[in-house]
């Protein structure tokens, strides 16, 4: 059912607004004894999922008995950050999601059905798993909460993605990952309708239809006169309808068409979100379809300190790299720590321009040139970078540098750049 639908490409909802229609859909929905709410971690904090989720517990109180961030495999926010993103929220009701251990497996998706969405790449059954708090039947309401936006393993972020990986288990999140790498991400991100989602869909389908989940979707984007993150879009539902609405309009919106390939492509890392390879790569999957053959990516990272926010997949990319599609599925095939953690897997594979550009990583002074160059990246000096392309300077878009036509992302987690070429819809 879709409670709510209301959002355009010039549309600016604002927090009142938003408000008042979430207060009229929980209105509609009549008395609750129990509620959840799942947001995004503080790696969506452009989401305004943190305001929406304050918005909740002022409209419910104290049946608002449970937080759980939408984790997946990052690590637990800390109080500063929870403070920062949900401030209107008692710090007492958040709860930690344990990908590894916390959850339980409430059906299978079987090989037959993953053969046929992979076209035969893949053959292996998935369990579909979620936290068990989830499964507290005491719940009469879970708000799954979030921003819609194109994403590189799924093709669109949220929805069911914020359930089975979000508070799911590694099984799934591995395996389902691993389906996006192998299928290609140029043919899923940006699509609403993916392999990956085929999954996910079958999963709720047909074991979580008892699961009280409503899912509350925004769609953002920097505001042009104001430089200011803004609401687009805000859909309110429980089934595919709620997700294809905000998808269709994310793509309207954070979708960036670029008139002629790039060669030289800028990307800051915000020091606040990205502080590994895990999220910073966001750089490379988003702007993959916009750099030209023999262009170079320039990722500059203040932030930077590790490769994966877990340690078993930080030394997973430590010890394989970033080396393209043909060595990672090589060396998945061969070693039995890979395909214990397909996620990674997917992740280099994710990680790697298959030799087609050159990634130049800039970080700060918590990652050594060794350890970027060891895991297939050039190494640069963010000091120097920075007095080059002095990113207080440039523009989103299009700029000129000493003479040197360069394209400036301030923020690679807000849209998907691509040229017609490399995007076939």
């Known amino acids: ?10 549309d600016v909802i604002t927090p009142d607004q938003v408000r008042d229609a979430l207060f009229s859909v929980f209105e509609a929905m009549g008395p609750k004894k129990r509620v959840m709410a799942i947001p995004p971690d503080y790696t969506r904090l452009n989401s305004f999922a943190g305001p929406i989720t304050d918005m909740v517990y002022e409209y419910y109180g104290d049946k608002l008995t449970d937080v759980m961030p ?16 949900f401030p209107g929220t ?40 979620v936290n068990k708090l989830l499964l507290d039947d005491s719940f009469d309401l879970i708000l799954s909460i979030g921003q819609v936006v194109p994403h590189e393993v799924i093709g669109m972020a949220n929805y069911t ?13 591995n395996k389902s990952h691993y389906i996006g790498a192998c299928y290609g991400m140029e043919r899923i991100m940006g699509r609403a309708k993916s392999p990956v989602r085929d999954v996910f ?48 309009l994310s793509l309207e919106t954070n979708f960036i068409m670029v008139d002629h390939q790039i060669k030289k492509c800028i990307v800051y890392l915000d020091p606040t979100e990205f502080k590994s390879t895990w999220l910073g790569n966001k750089s490379v999957y988003r702007t993959r379809m916009a750099i030209a053959d023999g262009g170079e990516l320039i990722v500059l990272a203040p932030a ?7 340690k078993t997949i930080d030394g997973l990319i430590r010890k394989y790299g970033y080396k393209g599609t043909p060595h990672t599925i090589e060396c998945t095939n061969a070693n039995k720590d890979l395909q214990d953690n397909l996620g990674a897997s997917a992740h280099l594979i994710h990680g790697s321009s298959e030799g087609r550009f050159k990634i130049t990583y ?18 640069g000096s963010l000091e120097e970078t920075m007095k080059k392309y002095d990113v207080d300077n440039l523009k989103d878009g299009w700029n000129t540098v000493n003479g040197e036509e360069v394209y400036y992302i301030s923020n690679p987690a807000l849209g998907l750049w691509a040229h017609p070429d490399r995007f076939k819809d």
């Open 1 to 10: 059912m879709l409670y709510y639908a209301r959002g355009s490409k010039t």
């Open 70 to 85: 939408a984790l997946g495999t990052h690590t637990p926010m800390t109080d500063a950050q929870i403070a920062d993103m």
């Open 90 to 129: 008692p710090r007492s009701l958040f709860r930690d999601h344990d990908w590894r251990n916390d959850v339980r497996t409430i059906g299978v998706v079987p090989s037959s059905y993953v053969r046929e969405v992979s076209e035969g790449k893949l053959d292996y059954e998935m369990n579909a798993q």
């Open 161 to 173: 993605k914020n359930i089975f990986v979000g508070v799911g288990g590694s099984d799934f999140i």
């Open 201 to 248: 869909e079958y999963a709720k389908v047909h074991y979580a239809q008892n699961i009280p989940i409503v899912y509350v979707l925004t769609v953002r984007a920097k505001d042009e006169q104001s430089g200011e993150m803004v609401t687009r879009g805000l859909f309110v539902g429980d089934d595919f309808e709620c997700f294809q609405k905000a998808a269709d």
């Open 304 to 310: 930077l300190k590790e490769f994966g926010e877990d």
């Open 362 to 379: 800039c970080p700060g002074p918590a990652m050594s040139r060794e350890e970027i160059e060891m895991v297939g990246f050039s190494y």
